[in-house]
Protein backbone atom coordinates (compact mmCIF):
# COMPACT_ATOMS: atom_id res chain seq x y z
CA UNK A 1 0.00 0.00 0.00
CA UNK A 2 1.36 3.29 -0.93
CA UNK A 3 2.69 5.81 1.47
CA UNK A 4 0.53 8.63 0.49
CA UNK A 5 1.95 11.21 2.79
CA UNK A 6 5.54 9.90 1.98
CA UNK A 7 4.31 10.53 -1.70
CA UNK A 8 3.08 14.18 -1.11
CA UNK A 9 6.47 15.12 0.33
CA UNK A 10 8.56 13.66 -2.79
CA UNK A 11 5.96 15.32 -4.92
CA UNK A 12 6.62 18.87 -3.29
CA UNK A 13 10.18 18.36 -3.47
CA UNK A 14 10.30 17.39 -7.03
CA UNK A 15 7.21 19.02 -8.50
CA UNK A 16 6.79 22.29 -6.49
CA UNK A 17 9.77 23.73 -4.61
CA UNK A 18 11.64 23.66 -8.11
CA UNK A 19 9.79 26.92 -9.11
CA UNK A 20 10.21 28.42 -6.12
CA UNK A 21 13.63 27.69 -5.41
CA UNK A 22 15.35 31.07 -5.73
CA UNK A 23 12.82 32.21 -3.24
CA UNK A 24 13.04 29.98 -0.65
CA UNK A 25 17.06 30.68 -1.20
CA UNK A 26 16.41 34.41 -0.83
CA UNK A 27 14.38 33.62 2.17
CA UNK A 28 17.08 31.60 4.14
CA UNK A 29 20.09 34.03 3.12
CA UNK A 30 18.22 37.14 3.94
CA UNK A 31 15.76 35.62 6.54
CA UNK A 32 12.13 36.18 6.85
CA UNK A 33 10.35 39.83 6.88
CA UNK A 34 6.85 39.28 6.79
CA UNK A 35 4.38 41.89 7.22
CA UNK A 36 1.53 40.31 8.69
CA UNK A 37 0.61 37.96 11.62
CA UNK A 38 -2.24 36.06 11.09
CA UNK A 39 -3.90 34.42 13.35
CA UNK A 40 -6.14 32.46 12.03
CA UNK A 41 -8.97 29.14 13.36
CA UNK A 42 -7.10 25.86 13.19
CA UNK A 43 -10.53 24.74 11.04
CA UNK A 44 -8.74 23.02 8.03
CA UNK A 45 -11.42 24.66 5.80
CA UNK A 46 -9.81 28.31 6.24
CA UNK A 47 -6.50 28.48 3.87
CA UNK A 48 -5.05 31.97 4.42
CA UNK A 49 -2.56 31.50 1.61
CA UNK A 50 -5.58 30.97 -0.67
CA UNK A 51 -7.36 33.69 0.73
CA UNK A 52 -4.78 36.10 0.67
CA UNK A 53 -2.71 34.95 -2.11
CA UNK A 54 0.23 35.01 -0.01
CA UNK A 55 3.48 33.05 -0.89
CA UNK A 56 6.26 31.98 1.17
CA UNK A 57 7.59 34.85 3.63
CA UNK A 58 4.65 36.71 3.93
CA UNK A 59 2.42 35.28 6.64
CA UNK A 60 4.00 34.90 10.02
CA UNK A 61 0.99 32.33 11.12
CA UNK A 62 -0.15 31.24 14.47
CA UNK A 63 -3.39 29.08 14.61
CA UNK A 64 -5.47 27.35 17.14
CA UNK A 65 -8.48 26.56 18.10
CA UNK A 66 -11.18 29.53 17.32
CA UNK A 67 -8.34 32.23 16.67
CA UNK A 68 -7.98 33.16 20.09
CA UNK A 69 -5.76 35.43 21.62
CA UNK A 70 -4.30 34.91 25.32
CA UNK A 71 -4.36 37.27 27.84
CA UNK A 72 -0.75 38.92 28.10
CA UNK A 73 -0.31 38.93 31.44
CA UNK A 74 0.44 34.90 31.69
CA UNK A 75 -2.15 34.64 34.20
CA UNK A 76 -3.69 31.53 32.33
CA UNK A 77 0.07 29.86 31.83
CA UNK A 78 2.41 29.07 29.07
CA UNK A 79 0.71 30.00 25.61
CA UNK A 80 2.17 29.99 22.20
CA UNK A 81 -0.40 32.37 20.78
CA UNK A 82 0.89 34.73 23.41
CA UNK A 83 4.60 33.93 22.78
CA UNK A 84 4.35 34.43 18.76
CA UNK A 85 2.50 37.65 19.14
CA UNK A 86 5.30 39.18 21.04
CA UNK A 87 7.70 37.62 18.75
CA UNK A 88 5.96 38.81 15.47
CA UNK A 89 5.79 42.39 17.07
CA UNK A 90 9.05 42.72 18.87
CA UNK A 91 11.30 40.79 16.52
CA UNK A 92 9.90 40.91 13.13
CA UNK A 93 7.95 44.13 13.68
CA UNK A 94 4.90 43.27 11.29
CA UNK A 95 3.19 45.65 10.26
CA UNK A 96 -0.57 44.25 10.94
CA UNK A 97 -2.11 41.94 12.62
CA UNK A 98 -4.80 39.97 11.40
CA UNK A 99 -7.46 38.03 13.32
CA UNK A 100 -9.36 35.62 11.73
CA UNK A 101 -12.65 33.24 12.36
CA UNK A 102 -15.03 32.00 10.14
CA UNK A 103 -18.47 30.68 9.79
CA UNK A 104 -19.44 27.16 10.71
CA UNK A 105 -16.95 27.13 13.63
CA UNK A 106 -16.68 24.75 16.07
CA UNK A 107 -14.94 26.64 18.77
CA UNK A 108 -17.71 29.05 19.03
CA UNK A 109 -20.53 26.23 18.80
CA UNK A 110 -18.71 24.55 21.46
CA UNK A 111 -19.03 27.76 24.06
CA UNK A 112 -22.84 26.30 23.83
CA UNK A 113 -22.05 23.13 24.85
CA UNK A 114 -20.23 20.43 23.31
CA UNK A 115 -16.86 19.67 24.25
CA UNK A 116 -15.98 16.44 25.59
CA UNK A 117 -15.50 16.47 29.46
CA UNK A 118 -12.13 14.83 29.35
CA UNK A 119 -11.02 17.83 26.54
CA UNK A 120 -10.34 19.26 30.12
CA UNK A 121 -7.34 21.89 27.84
CA UNK A 122 -10.03 22.25 25.27
CA UNK A 123 -12.42 23.58 27.74
CA UNK A 124 -10.00 26.05 29.51
CA UNK A 125 -9.16 27.67 26.10
CA UNK A 126 -12.47 27.97 25.37
CA UNK A 127 -13.22 30.46 28.30
CA UNK A 128 -11.16 33.08 25.81
CA UNK A 129 -14.15 33.19 23.94
CA UNK A 130 -16.90 33.32 26.66
CA UNK A 131 -17.60 36.27 26.75
CA UNK A 132 -18.41 36.83 23.30
CA UNK A 133 -21.40 34.17 23.95
CA UNK A 134 -24.99 35.90 24.28
CA UNK A 135 -27.32 34.12 26.33
CA UNK A 136 -28.76 31.73 24.09
CA UNK A 137 -29.50 27.73 25.24
CA UNK A 138 -29.82 26.52 21.64
CA UNK A 139 -28.37 28.89 19.22
CA UNK A 140 -29.61 28.90 15.89
CA UNK A 141 -27.37 30.08 12.48
CA UNK A 142 -27.76 33.81 13.05
CA UNK A 143 -27.02 33.60 16.86
CA UNK A 144 -23.48 31.44 15.88
CA UNK A 145 -22.63 33.78 13.08
CA UNK A 146 -22.83 36.85 15.46
CA UNK A 147 -20.80 35.36 18.26
CA UNK A 148 -17.88 34.33 16.01
CA UNK A 149 -18.06 37.84 14.68
CA UNK A 150 -17.79 38.80 18.75
CA UNK A 151 -15.36 36.80 19.48
CA UNK A 152 -13.41 38.59 16.49
CA UNK A 153 -13.95 41.56 18.00
CA UNK A 154 -12.84 40.41 21.44
CA UNK A 155 -9.54 38.90 20.61
CA UNK A 156 -8.58 42.53 19.06
CA UNK A 157 -9.70 44.29 22.23
CA UNK A 158 -7.10 41.37 24.30
CA UNK A 159 -4.57 42.18 21.65
CA UNK A 160 -5.32 45.82 22.75
CA UNK A 161 -3.80 44.71 26.16
CA UNK A 162 -0.12 43.61 24.92
CA UNK A 163 1.98 47.08 25.37
CA UNK A 164 3.78 46.32 22.46
CA UNK A 165 1.16 46.22 20.33
CA UNK A 166 -0.67 48.96 21.73
CA UNK A 167 2.19 51.22 21.63
CA UNK A 168 2.83 50.56 18.15
CA UNK A 169 -0.73 50.64 17.23
CA UNK A 170 -1.44 53.90 19.17
CA UNK A 171 1.50 55.45 17.24
CA UNK A 172 0.31 54.14 13.90
CA UNK A 173 2.54 52.12 12.99
CA UNK A 174 0.77 48.92 12.80
CA UNK A 175 -3.16 47.76 12.12
CA UNK A 176 -5.41 45.50 13.54
CA UNK A 177 -8.03 43.40 11.28
CA UNK A 178 -11.02 41.31 12.12
CA UNK A 179 -11.97 38.95 9.52
CA UNK A 180 -15.23 36.97 9.73
CA UNK A 181 -14.62 34.22 6.63
CA UNK A 182 -18.00 32.88 5.13
CA UNK A 183 -16.41 30.11 3.93
CA UNK A 184 -19.79 29.11 2.37
CA UNK A 185 -19.32 32.52 0.01
CA UNK A 186 -15.56 32.49 -0.41
CA UNK A 187 -15.90 35.75 0.87
CA UNK A 188 -14.36 37.69 4.19
CA UNK A 189 -16.29 40.59 5.96
CA UNK A 190 -14.01 42.90 7.95
CA UNK A 191 -14.77 44.40 10.49
CA UNK A 192 -15.05 48.17 10.54
CA UNK A 193 -14.45 49.74 13.76
CA UNK A 194 -15.88 52.65 13.23
CA UNK A 195 -19.54 51.01 13.11
CA UNK A 196 -18.48 48.27 15.22
CA UNK A 197 -20.29 45.93 12.38
CA UNK A 198 -18.57 43.53 9.65
CA UNK A 199 -18.46 44.71 6.34
CA UNK A 200 -17.97 41.82 3.09
CA UNK A 201 -14.83 42.53 1.35
CA UNK A 202 -17.16 43.27 -1.55
CA UNK A 203 -18.40 46.68 -0.05
CA UNK A 204 -15.73 47.65 2.42
CA UNK A 205 -13.01 50.50 2.00
CA UNK A 206 -10.52 48.85 3.46
CA UNK A 207 -9.13 45.57 4.91
CA UNK A 208 -9.43 45.75 8.27
CA UNK A 209 -9.86 48.25 11.03
CA UNK A 210 -6.95 50.42 10.41
CA UNK A 211 -5.80 52.16 13.28
CA UNK A 212 -7.86 51.23 16.16
CA UNK A 213 -9.42 54.11 17.77
CA UNK A 214 -10.24 54.88 20.94
CA UNK A 215 -13.11 57.59 20.34
CA UNK A 216 -15.39 55.37 19.82
CA UNK A 217 -19.53 56.54 20.38
CA UNK A 218 -20.62 54.65 23.59
CA UNK A 219 -23.13 53.51 21.85
CA UNK A 220 -20.85 51.44 20.15
CA UNK A 221 -20.53 48.96 22.92
CA UNK A 222 -23.03 46.74 24.44
CA UNK A 223 -23.14 45.92 28.33
CA UNK A 224 -20.09 43.23 27.71
CA UNK A 225 -18.16 45.86 25.75
CA UNK A 226 -18.00 44.23 22.84
CA UNK A 227 -19.18 46.31 19.90
CA UNK A 228 -22.85 45.44 19.54
CA UNK A 229 -22.83 43.34 16.08
ZN1 LIG B 1 -13.02 27.66 13.85
Known sequence: MPDELLERLR????QAFPAQRSLFRHLVEDGQH????FIGCSDSRLVPYLLTGAG?????LVRNVGAFVPPSDQSQGFHGTAAAIEFAVLNLQVKRIIVCGHTHCGAIRALYGGAPDEAQNLKAWLELGREAALPVAEPGPDVLRRTEQRAIVLQ??????????????EAG???LHGWHYVIEDGEVHV???ETGGFVPASKAVNAGTGPYRFDLPDDAFDASGVPSL
Open 191 to 193: FDV
Open 11 to 14: RFQD
Open 34 to 37: PLTL
Open 56 to 60: PGELF
Open 156 to 169: LERLMDYPMVRRRV
Open 173 to 175: QMT
